[in-house]
């Protein structure tokens, strides 16, 4: 990860987590609660794990060294139970919820340096393991995470007819002026 890609996978994520909660609002409350042998049940037990994920992770990087001012408040947040932590289970809360975690995760990828990115990072998972990593191969599973259960969203989304778009990360590269 460089700090650029940082800016462009937050830009990415908000973008198409825009696009997933409009597509997903096209459909009946009962249709989104279905359970449709997903990874997390329904749509929006995915979207849920979804949030809960990002909650954890961001809690987990608002205690790197660089102490980004814009996690600051990351940790005054409750943390999740768990990976099936659920913030509701109507689509109002959840976008809500998703809307300010994507201002805080723009925020923050606009803060990380590329000497954030090398350091090491000591964090414990949700079992209470303690691991050290290099912090932008963690923030590059952060986004890769996202767009894995995007992706199942999108799918579940399409079984369901409803059509979410593009979702290439190519779309949002910007063009470079050839030489």
Not at 42 to 47: A, D, I, P, Y
Not at 54 to 76: N, Q, Y
Not at 141 to 162: I, K, M
């Amino acid at each position: 990860m460089t700090p650029e890609s940082t800016v462009l996978m937050a830009a990415y994520n908000a973008s198409m987590n825009q696009k997933l909660y409009a597509a997903a609002a096209r459909l009946p409350h009962g249709e989104l609660a279905a359970d449709r042998k997903a990874f997390f049940g329904s749509l929006l037990g995915t979207m849920n794990h979804l949030l809960a994920g990002d909650t954890i992770w961001l809690r987990r990087f608002a205690t790197h060294p660089a102490k980004f001012s814009a996690l600051a408040g990351m940790l005054d947040l409750p943390a999740p139970s768990g990976l099936t932590h659920s913030f509701g289970e109507d689509l109002a809360p959840l976008l809500a919820y998703r809307q300010r975690l994507d201002a805080i995760i723009t925020q923050w990828a606009a803060q990380v340096s590329a000497a954030d990115l090398a350091q090491t990072f000591e964090y414990h998972n949700t079992k209470g393991d303690l691991f050290h990593k290099r912090f932008g191969s963690v923030v590059q599973h952060f986004f890769n995470h996202q767009t894995h259960h995007r992706g199942q969203a999108s799918t579940l989304l399409s079984q369901a007819g409803v059509d979410i778009g593009v979702t290439d990360l190519l779309v949002m590269v910007p063009d470079i002026d050839a030489p």
